[in-house]
């Protein structure tokens, strides 16, 4: 196993989420799966109580991953009200046949 540095982001969705995000849900969505499909994104997903968005990113630095949620469309669009972004070491298996 290695460690990566990468960026935990949390972000607060508005207190009225479940109607704000749905004219925008599948353009987010898309991108969320070009984010996983290209390594940028190791994961992402929604808090169960849809509290915030939770996202871990490979960028460059802080700055750029705060720019990777700034350009999603709940972002845009108001559906998320704030992002945090903190500095993370992801625990990466190594890749498949390899040690």
């Known amino acids: 196993m290695r460690f990566e540095p990468t960026f935990l982001v949390t972000a607060t ?3 009225d989420v479940a109607v704000r995000r749905e004219p925008h849900r599948q353009e987010h969505l898309a991108r969320v799966e070009a ?3 290209d ?3 190791l994961i992402a997903g929604a808090r169960a109580d849809l509290g915030a968005s939770v996202l871990v990113l490979r ?12 350009d999603d469309p709940y972002w ?20 498949h046949g390899r040690s």
């Open 35 to 37: 984010l996983l499909a």
């Open 13 to 15: 969705f508005a207190a």
């Open 59 to 70: 960028a460059a630095d802080a700055t750029a991953a705060r720019a990777l949620c700034e």
């Open 76 to 95: 845009r669009h108001g559906v998320w009200t704030a992002i945090d972004v903190a500095d993370y070491l992801a625990a990466i298996p190594p890749p």
């Open 39 to 41: 390594g940028t994104a």
